[in-house]
């Protein structure tokens, strides 16, 4: 893993962002359908803060050296959801296979967090550009077109269809490049430290973390959702 230190960099002109657990969020509905097939009760609060915790967990693996898109590793993710969420043991393979075949069917990802979409509008009317940059496995332009998001946005690049990924700096460069600005003139958003806010530093651009729980102590700017940036550049 790369030792990168933050940039020294202008005010940025543009705001990147990651995809996943940043702009869009497992939809709770479907989650909820998996766990009542499988027998298991559904309890959403338990099931977040279980998200939140295993993100934490997968952070972690990944600043050991991994780049964070490996299966084994959503494996464990969703096995610490399933555990801290009540899924009894017995039950887990089952939950695990509903949800890959629904995950399969229709992109699990589709819930998108109050504010979000009013907050790109608000950056967007401040003068910042606005693009996407995602460890995805191909679909995460049409997740973004179902939700509604894609419009407020100018790209969207997927790791799977330009054949590199975060912490890669070629894939910062590569959103830098579609805008026609320098690295350094643009600021990525995202939720694990190791691969959005290293990888955004090793390519020369600045980073907000998202920390949605307030828990995270790592030396970067932090917000707690997408829907606190406006605020965040008021204050910068």
Partial sequence: MSSAIP????APRAVLFDAG???VFADRERMAEIYTSAGVTW???RFV???LTAREELARRVSEGHVGTEPHLWRDYFITIFSLSGVPTEAMDEV???LREEHSRDHLWTHVEEGTAEALEALASRGFRLGVISNADGRMEDVLVQTGLRELVEFVIDSEKVGMEKPDPRIFWEGAKRLDLSPQECLYVGDLYPVDVMGAWGADMSAVLLDPAGRLEFPVDRVRAVRDLPDY???R
């Fill in 233 to 235: 550049f008021s204050h």
């Fill in 49 to 51: 803060s279980a998200e």
């Fill in 96 to 98: 695990g296979r509903l």
């Fill in 43 to 45: 309890q959403v609060d």
């Fill in 21 to 23: 657990n940043t702009l």
């Fill in 7 to 10: 940039p020294s960099s202008p």
